[in-house]
């Protein structure tokens, strides 16, 4: 009883220590049983006594897990056999589950939501222990050209979306354990960001809701989430000049304070009119935050010229363009609230002296500079 590996070769299941298919009775093939080839069973005796085991696949772990959640469901009485556990629908753990822990726990929810949609609207009819690699296949193919990023993205929520179901029980594994590895390879460190002539046309080219949201963009770094979360007050105190962000609502969970220069000030004096305090910031005529801005900036996008711009590529031209101006990397990383420094170093290369103003503070310090003549000995 408990977790067994069964042998690639005839198929007899073993302890799951076994590297070779032979019992301590001296039965079995004698296969070997690499680790690239193990697939583990569990086994268990019901309430009733009765003998019952359960094929896992590769993932040991998830065999310990399911193993302990089942004998824990026999002590507590609540025991339901794998076996007969009721199908349900990728849609309906969406809507029911899902998505309300994902609105409760993720703080980058309002972008999340856009890939959990994704996944409802294509697979939402398929049970959650039927999605086949077949399905993840076609889609990886009609992704192939003009949706990679968004492809990955899906992925990933999916992944995370199949680890939620298998803790709420309503999933015994993930139906692809190689789901990941499907992934699109993706160019790291993508580095656009805008000129200000560029900047100057984009927020032209904005609407009036939108306009207000991209200054804020450039002039604070801050992503589009943490923008569309800010209140009156508790976080824009345009008295004092500052922007608090709480930890609950940054990336890193840590708590962030910005400067509002007089271009922001300004542009926030025109939407705080008329607000009260606990009010968000950027918000619909009922008072509701945007949802999403997504339509709104690509067609503002499309009309300034640059087609290629994410939301994203804002916050990377307020980083460039403060270290252009000679703002040192440190207090670039502070305003962005990088948690590491290379994360900030992938903008060094654009400040040309950068380099060299570190390295001249040595001849103040460090001894091998020529020595001068004294020139009164000379004269004389």
Known sequence: MGILVECPNCKKRLSASATVCQSRG?????????????????????????????????????AEDTLSKLKSDIVRDVYLDPR????????????????PWCEANNKGYANKRYFIDLIKKRWGGVLLDELSIEDID?????????????????????????????????????????????????????EIFLTPEQAETLIQACTDHLRPIVITALHTGMRKSEILQLRVG????????????HEGMTKTGQRRELPIDDT????????????????????????????????????????????????????????????????????????????????????????????AKAVSVLDRVMPGKPKRPNLELVKS
């Open 26 to 62: 001296g039965k079995g093939c004698g296969a070997k049983i690499p680790p690239a080839q193990r697939i583990y069973w569990i086994e268990w005796m019901n309430p009733a006594g009765h003998k019952r085991s359960k094929k896992i696949g590769p993932n040991r772990k998830l």
């Open 84 to 99: 007969k556990r009721p199908k349900v629908l990728i849609g309906d753990f969406i809507e029911k589950k899902y998505k």
């Open 138 to 190: 076609l889609y990886r193919a009609e992704s192939s050209e003009t949706g990679r990023v968004q492809f990955n993205r899906v992925l990933a929520t999916l992944n995370h979306m199949y680890t939620k179901a298998i803790e709420y029980g309503d999933a015994e594994k993930h139906p692809i354990p190689t789901l990941l590895k499907m992934r699109f390879k993706e160019s790291k460190g993508r």
């Open 234 to 245: 508790e976080n824009v105190d345009l008295a004092g000049r500052r922007i608090i962000l």
């Open 264 to 355: 922001l000030a300004e542009s926030l004096k025109g939407v705080l009119a008329g607000k009260q305090v606990g009010d968000y910031v950027f918000s619909t005529k009922a008072g509701k935050p945007y949802g999403n801005i997504k339509r709104a900036f690509a067609s503002a996008k499309k009309k300034a010229g640059l087609d290629d711009l994410s939301f994203h590529d804002l916050r990377h031209t307020y980083a460039s363009q403060l270290v252009m101006s000679g703002v040192d990397l440190y207090a670039v990383g502070r305003l962005l609230g990088h948690t590491n420094a290379k994360m900030t170093q992938r903008y060094a290369h654009l400040s040309p002296d950068y380099m």
